[in-house]
Nanobody, 115 residues
Framework: QVQLVESGGGLVQPGGSLRLSCAASGSIFSINAMGWYRQAPGKERELVAGITSGGTTNYADSVKGRFTISRDNAKNTVYLQMNSLKPEDTAVYYC?????????WGQGTQVTVSS
């Protein structure tokens, strides 16, 4: 089993910043990619950002230039630095990990951007 523990969500004003963390443990094996999805009320889950084992990153168009994904391979941890947050970034953010056995999800962390 793979466990993903997320942290760093919360309430922030528009224009503010948050940093999400996701630590993986358990039967990780060789990680292919890690990253973040989000789901706002009434909307489908969407990819926010991902990073491969080789360091290649990809971002949703809506967060390019504002969010940065990074990874500490030694700690099996992925980070999402979120700057210039907007109310439309409000959602539950889910960490994922993909390896040769499949894809795994964290429990989700709430991010609320509101004044």
């Amino acid at each position: 089993q793979v466990q993903l523990v997320e942290s760093g969500g919360g309430l922030v004003q528009p224009g503010g910043s948050l940093r999400l963390s996701c630590a993986a443990s358990g039967s990780i094996f060789s990680i292919n990619a890690m990253g973040w999805y989000r789901q706002a009320p009434g909307k489908e889950r969407e990819l926010v950002a991902g990073i491969t084992s080789g360091g290649t990153t990809n971002y949703a168009d809506s967060v390019k230039g504002r969010f940065t994904i990074s990874r500490d391979n030694a700690k099996n941890t992925v980070y999402l630095q979120m700057n210039s947050l907007k109310p439309e970034d409000t959602a539950v953010y889910y960490c994922y990990l993909a390896n040769r056995r499949g894809q795994y999800w964290g429990q989700g962390t709430q991010v609320t951007v509101s004044s």
